[in-house]
């Protein structure tokens, strides 16, 4: 870290820049507007307003931070199909794994079936499946890549054949490769290509967009960590230096989308953190994905609620992700979750044709 570490967090969000030229700005090009930042400076904080920016945007780390939030991010053209950026859209997770911490293995063996949930997936409003072959659940058993490769490769094809949009959910580079040749647009790794020496030549080879994850020891698995004194601040200068060092192997910045990475190697306190400050990561200048759905923390307050039992708090920390900017959402109700981004979307649609 810089001996001066600067950092800008959008805050101040407004119902609609109606009647308020100069006085706020766009969100990456999406539906929220904002008045205000947060500057982070080491341990020192302070709001800027957006109408007295002038100042602040002298220094060249400030202008570059405010240059990369606002600017919007363009949509990813995957053959037929189109991700846009301009709102939150939702990627339905889909296992193909015996032991799944969320589904208990219900597709495992089984490509038709598993096939025929991520059509429903997608007919339910996913604009992208995200298929996964090996857990990344806390102690779980690292998968041979041939297996993996078996797994989710039929599946695949039958989505690709559907017309269904597809991110690979793999830290493998024979993974990657097996599952972009069968129709897969996307990886998705939660070592963000750390893991697998071969991995980042894959995806610079291939030239398809790329979902980074922060986790604290990605080559040694997604759980690690010794804690963090500022855990907003240094996920976000850890995926900084991961996103130049992806570009510098090849990777197009425009096809790179962020992931902080939730409950991998973080406590429930650090990810509390990590969702009240998502506003921060758009200083990165890419999409950013939250993965939040029924993940750990919500049993932890919620009186130890099973899994199956978190679609509430699921929903509530993809609303605070949508609060925030954040323009993908990955989660297991698909259904649910849509339909609260439609309600969203509604209420910024009025908002924005005034009062």
């Known amino acids: 870290m810089p001996a001066t570490s600067l950092h800008l967090r959008p805050i101040q969000f407004v119902d ?10 766009r969100l990456a090009g999406g539906m929220l507007w904002f008045a205000a930042y947060e500057l982070i400076e080491d341990d020192r904080r ?3 307003a957006i109408a007295d920016l002038d100042t602040l945007l002298a220094d060249e780390r400030a202008a570059k931070l405010h240059a990369a939030i606002t600017t919007p991010r363009a949509p990813l053209v995957l053959g037929e199909r189109t991700l846009r ?10 296992n193909v794994t015996p032991d799944s911490f969320s589904d208990g293995g219900t597709h495992h063996e089984d490509p038709a079936a598993a096939a025929s949930a991520g059509v429903a997936l997608a007919a339910a409003g996913a604009a992208l499946i995200d298929l996964g072959g090996e857990s990344t659940r806390p102690g779980a058993a690292t998968v041979w890549e041939g297996d993996e490769i078996s797994r989710v490769v039929p599946v695949i094809e039958r989505l690709a054949r559907s017309g269904t949009l597809v991110s690979i959910d793999t830290r493998k580079a024979a993974v990657m490769e097996a599952a972009l040749a069968a129709g897969a647009a996307i ?21 398809c967009p790329v979902v980074l994850m922060h986790s604290p020891e990605p080559s040694k698995g997604p759980h690690g960590g010794s804690g963090y004194q500022d855990v907003v601040v240094e996920v976000f200068d850890w995926l900084e230096d991961r996103i130049a060092a992806v570009v510098a192997g090849g990777v197009d910045r425009a096809r790179i989308i962020v992931d902080p990475g939730i409950g991998f190697g973080k406590s429930l306190s650090d990810n509390l953190a990590l969702i009240n400050g998502l506003a921060l990561f758009h200083g990165l200048g890419c999409p950013i994905l939250l993965g939040a759905s029924r993940k750990r923390m919500i049993g932890a307050l919620s009186n130890e609620a099973p899994v199956g039992e978190r679609l509430g708090g699921s929903v509530a920390l993809a609303m605070a992700g949508i609060a925030a900017g954040v323009q993908l959402l990955r989660v297991h109700d698909v259904a649910e979750t849509v339909q609260a981004v439609r309600v969203w979307r509604g209420l910024r649609d009025r908002a924005l044709v005034g009062r």
């Open 16 to 25: 609609t820049p109606i009647g308020r030229d100069g006085d706020v700005a």
């Open 46 to 48: 302070r709001t800027v």
């Open 85 to 94: 950026f301009d709102q939150p859209s939702v990627a339905g997770i889909l």
């Open 187 to 207: 990886v998705n790794d939660v070592s963000a290509l750390l893991w697998d020496d071969r991995a980042l030549e894959v995806v610079a080879k291939a030239g």
